[in-house]
């Protein structure tokens, strides 16, 4: 039986490389044996995406993207999930499976992306990496929003209003821009088709893409790790694995498998005891059909969008002030920094437009440009990270310290963005929004004063 | 319509109010010229026979697109004055955008230094008779 197993592979080997993109991707491909809690979540983020398109397939089967009004006068979109919800045998799992898996997507991504931070897992080599890894997010974004509209209850509708008009604020092709993503002169049934196609079919191929792409690229160049050293510099063994590498199977198979035991029990736990997550998974007031002459006393995004929703709300016209001044810091610093003439010219001429930008233009189209800059600047880590070492254990105490002003901001940007505006929560999310900023800005010089530790040759471990 | 009620109705998917404003309704508009950001609707978008504080061909009835000129949320009709009102003292009745808080007093007009740049739009309206109003048009005369 054995025998005829091997034959088959032999024959699938002699026509497609099965077994070598098994052993290259996970069977024989070598990983450093000191990975921690925090290597799970990468593996985690895969089971989210497998949850999401297994359960997304089935509710398309029974969800219609339709805004019109049924003879019971509700729109039939809202009528087709409530359908899910009570008629479709087991439907109410799956579409909670989903539900919860968008909000369990976000958590697992932010922490993935935190150890990132942690390890300099952006460093070089994995720069390209990072930069799939950055798109994957964006296209998760996009991904939340797009599906956020298709309940069509009270939140769908006029959180997309108000995001769609958000484009709008850009000068000269602003209304252009946000009746192309609209498909209409109002958030309609147009828009709801075309968010629809958007959610199931061209932002997941996009994912699956990059998620390739985001393996493919850290399979060429290895696994950093909890100690940031490079075990593919190391003296190799009798069977030319590096000294502190180990094969992914069976040892990262089965340490994979008890962190999505873990984690499926935690989900479990959310699906079947608080799908709603307190409001905060699904919103209350989504479960109020769409009404166009009527916004909720209250709207806030998701959770997941709050910190950077809180960001745009803070970019208010006096914040411009705040925020030129910022730009000439970094300007200056740059300026002063930069050894080539060329380079020098630049620094000049970016912060100068900048600064004439804040003068001449909205602070709404500021707000939009602030959201979009804080999320694209993770893409700039690679290049902003002048430490001598990638992980924060050989770091010094000023990064150390950075770090955490930056996790405590992002946390407090987004306690703010699901509360009501208030005049101290502007004041605090202005704060924050520059920390958060500066995080990133004063990167190149933080990082290379910080007093660093040597990396060791070999990874601890015990 | 009794005096002091706000009536919407849907225009292009759009909620549009008409209020009638009672006396007291009106006169609250000189006391919040000095508060809103363009008291004579000089950058606002309505037709060129809206004119003044009052933003009304009868200043009794007034109508406009109840749509903030911010992002679009539609704001929602605070009438109870003063500290009733949950908003300040001296609240004269008006609309409060729940979004991102923007003020609005009974013509629309925006108060200063709100997220709304603009007070809120005024459509093209006609009175066919003394009872019947019509959204979306001019009368033939003007």
């Known amino acids: 039986m054995q025998k005829q197993a091997q034959q088959l592979l032999d024959w699938v080997d002699a026509r497609f490389p099965l077994t070598f993109l098994w052993e290259s991707q996970w069977g024989k491909y070598v990983a450093p044996k000191n990975f921690n809690f925090w290597y799970i979540f990468g593996s985690l983020a895969m089971l989210v995406l497998v949850i999401q398109i297994v359960t997304g397939i089935f509710l398309v089967m029974h969800y219609k993207p339709d805004a019109s009004l049924n003879a019971a006068g509700v729109p039939v979109a809202f009528a087709s999930v409530e359908y899910i919800m009570r008629d479709v045998p087991g439907g109410w799992i799956i579409r909670y499976l989903h539900s919860t898996g968008a909000s369990a997507f976000f958590v697992v991504v932010y922490l993935h992306m935190f150890r990132g931070l942690m390890y300099g897992s952006y460093r070089k080599p994995r720069e390209l990496v990072w930069l799939f890894g950055v798109a994957i997010f964006l296209c998760l974004m996009a991904e939340a929003f797009f599906g956020y509209l298709l309940p069509w209850g009270q939140m769908s509708f006029w959180g997309a209003q108000v995001i769609v008009n958000l484009f709008g604020s850009v000068p000269l092709i602003g209304e252009y821009l946000s009746l192309l993503i609209r498909g209409d002169y109002v958030v309609s049934d147009a828009t709801l088709n075309r968010f629809f196609s958007f959610h199931v079919i061209a932002i997941p191929l996009v994912l699956i893409g990059l998620v390739a792409a985001h393996l493919t690229a850290l399979h060429e160049v290895g696994s950093n790790n909890p100690d940031g050293v490079e075990i593919k510099k190391q003296p190799k063994d009798a069977n030319g694995i590096p000294l502190d590498g180990i094969y992914s199977h069976p040892y990262y198979t089965i340490k994979d498998i008890f962190g999505a035991v873990v984690f499926l029990f935690v989900f479990a736990a959310v699906v079947f005891f608080m799908p709603e997550g307190g409001g905060y998974f699904l919103e209350f007031n989504n479960f109020i059909p769409a009404d166009p002459l009527k916004t909720p006393p209250h709207i806030a995004p998701v959770w997941y969008f709050t910190p950077y929703y809180s960001i745009l709300r803070a970019t208010t016209s006096d914040f411009m002030l705040w925020l030129g001044v910022f730009v000439l810091i970094v300007g200056g610093l740059s300026f002063f920094s930069l050894r080539h003439k060329l380079a020098k010219l630049a620094a000049v001429g970016v912060t100068g437009v900048l600064v004439l930008g804040f003068i001449f233009l909205d602070a709404k189209f500021w707000g939009v440009v602030l959201m979009g800059v804080s999320v694209l600047l993770f893409a700039l880590l690679p290049w902003l990270d002048r430490s001598p070492v990638k992980s924060i254990r050989y770091k010094g105490s000023l990064y150390k310290a950075v770090l955490a002003v930056f996790v405590v901001c992002f946390v407090v940007l987004g306690y703010l963005g699901i509360l009501p505006p208030t005049p101290v929560g502007t004041i605090v999310s202005q704060i924050c929004s520059i920390l958060y900023l500066g995080f990133f800005a004063f990167m190149p010089w933080y990082t290379a004063m910080d007093r660093t530790q040597p990396e060791p040759e070999r990874v601890t471990w015990q | ?142």
């Open chain 2, 1 to 142: 319509m009794l005096p002091g009620e706000l009536k919407t109705v849907e225009w292009q998917g759009k909620p549009v109010w008409i209020l009638r404003r009672t006396p007291e309704m009106l006169a609250s508009l000189k006391k919040t010229d000095d508060l809103v950001a363009d008291p004579e609707s000089l950058r606002a978008k309505q037709p060129a026979y809206i004119k003044g504080e009052a933003r009304a061909i009868k200043d009794e009835f007034f109508v406009c697109e109840g749509i903030c000129t911010h992002l679009g949320c539609s704001p929602t009709a605070k009438m109870a004055l003063g500290s009733e009102s949950g908003i300040s003292d001296s609240w004269q009745g008006g609309f409060l955008c729940p979004c991102h808080g923007s003020l609005f007093d009974l013509a629309g007009r925006v108060y200063k230094s709100m997220p709304a740049p603009d007070n809120l739009v005024v459509p093209k309206h006609t009175y066919l008779s003394d009872t019947r109003l019509l959204i979306g048009e001019d009368s033939k005369e003007s």
